[in-house]
T-cell receptor, first 112, second 115 residues
């Protein structure tokens, strides 16, 4: 089983600060997804990255896929209280979308 | 409205009393999956299904059963629940195939407590 390690595990910051969350593995991914989970709800997809070195932007969120496709990062600019939640990276088996493995998650709290 | 529906949302039961958590999706997705979420361990896959009558074990299948008799439904069965199965359970579904992102759509979760 491929393991996805996320860091930091917890993050508490003030509104307006910037932050970066990391997702790492020793194995190569065919693609990687980022989800956000709010309390009492299921995770919701934010983005899928496929190409090594790819950068995708979603408003104040910037996602990067490492050149070697073994790691990814999520950068949030000027965090807002609405960004509070659990951020999860995940990958799907390249051989047919069978298994989806999730990282352990980063719990983010943005204080107003 | 496109959705994944799980029932029950909350359940307290006792060791050994068989229970079923239902999951239904209205998006005609081929792929369905069950996860459990525990503090510090993230989401771990229990079972998944690629289509009707096709199921396979995930990373933590012990103590669970599933069935996929219809495309829309994927119930999770605990034949003899034990306290270590106390957890938050999520059902998810997605399309499969090379032309889509493989986005997983999740239900709202079922919190199970086994005493």
């Amino acid at each position: 089983t491929q393991l996805l390690e996320q860091s930091p595990q917890f993050l508490s910051i003030q509104e307006g600060e910037n932050l970066t969350v990391y997702c790492n593995s020793s194995s190569v991914f065919s693609s990687l997804q980022w989800y956000r989970q709010e309390p009492g709800e299921g995770p919701v997809l934010l983005v899928t990255v496929v190409t090594g070195g790819e950068v995708k932007k979603l408003k104040r969120l910037t996602f990067q896929f490492g050149d070697a496709r073994k790691d990814s990062s999520l950068h949030i600019t000027a965090a807002q209280p609405g960004d509070t939640g659990l951020y999860l990276c995940a990958f799907r088996d390249s051989g047919g979308y069978q298994k989806v493995t999730f990282g352990t998650g980063t719990k983010l709290q943005v204080i107003p | 409205e496109a959705q994944v529906t799980q029932n029950p949302r909350y359940l307290i039961t006792v060791t050994g009393k068989k229970l079923t958590v239902t999951c239904s999706q209205n998006m005609n997705h081929e792929y369905m999956s069950w996860y459990r979420q525990d503090p510090g361990l993230g989401l771990r896959q229990i079972y998944y299904s690629m289509n009707v009558e096709v199921t396979d074990k995930g990373d933590v299948p012990e103590g669970y059963k599933v069935s996929r008799k219809e495309k829309r439904n994927f119930p999770l069965i605990l034949e003899s629940p034990s306290p270590n199965q106390t957890s938050l359970y999520f059902c998810a579904s997605s399309l499969i195939g090379p032309t889509n992102t493989g986005e997983l759509f999740f239900g709202e979760g079922s919190r199970l407590t086994v005493l």
